[in-house]
């Protein structure tokens, strides 16, 4: 695809429920970021893949959030026992080195009810 | 840790008008820094990016300035139009890859 995909594009889910949200970035692109953004607020660092492996993820708010990239290219954000503070819309972007843009997705909205 | 901080956090202005948005950054220790646009409802464009190495960068109406010692960025908006009403995002890259949003400033261009 010409852009970075993100599916589903909106997810309600009652409190307590586990929930996975995919990722396809840009073909060739190593760098993945996911990032969660509310209301009237800046995108919060979530984590960052480069390739496969997790390069930082100290943005994940506890452990009931994890994001895997098994093969480098296609990453799931998936967060057990949702909670409504969870709710939010959750960004994925991917860039090919740290000297090219980053390309977004248009976000999962997630609504935990 | 490092912080962006952007002002104001919204502006309206009548069409037409030069404008500028400010950024500015904790740490300088960075690799570049980016303004992004988002719309309603919308993932975040790249508009500009700026490597540290850099004092400046410029895409049609839009002028974006890098101070990497002071810790602050300008964006600058000539001429500007109702289609330019939009949120617009900094963001630094830090050494260890990580990319630190600020909250936007929320730009109203007034017909």
């Known amino acids: 695809g010409a852009g970075v995909s993100q599916t589903p594009s909106n997810k309600v889910t009652e409190k307590g429920k586990y929930v996975e949200l995919r990722c396809d970035p840009i073909s060739g692109h190593t760098a993945l970021y996911w990032y969660r953004q509310s209301l009237g607020q800046g995108p919060e660092f979530l984590i960052y893949f480069q390739g496969t492996g997790a390069a930082d993820d100290s943005g994940l708010p506890n452990d009931r959030f994890f994001a895997v990239r098994p093969e480098g290219s296609v990453s799931t954000l998936k967060i057990q026992r949702t909670e409504r503070g969870d709710s939010a819309v959750y960004l994925c972007?991917?860039?090919?080195?740290?000297?090219?843009?980053?390309?977004f997705g248009n976000g999962t909205r997630l609504t935990v009810t | 840790k490092q912080e962006v901080t952007q002002i104001p956090a919204a502006l309206s202005v009548p069409e037409g008008e030069n404008l500028v948005l400010n950024c500015s950054f904790t740490?300088?220790?960075?690799?570049?820094l980016q303004w992004f646009r988002q719309d309603p409802g919308k993932g975040l464009t790249s508009l500009l990016l700026?490597?540290?190495?850099?004092r400046e960068q410029t895409s049609g109406r839009l002028n974006a300035s890098l101070d990497k010692s002071s810790g602050r960025s300008t964006l600058y908006i000539a001429a500007s139009q109702p289609g330019d009403s939009a949120t617009y995002l900094c963001?630094?890259?830090?050494?260890?890859?990580?990319?630190?949003f600020g909250k936007g400033t929320r730009l109203h261009i007034l017909p």
């Open positions: 740490d300088s220790a960075i690799y570049n």
């Open positions: 972007a991917s860039s090919t080195t740290g000297t090219t843009p980053l390309h």
């Open positions: 700026i490597q540290s190495s850099q």
């Open positions: 963001a630094v890259m830090n050494r260890d890859d990580k990319i630190i």
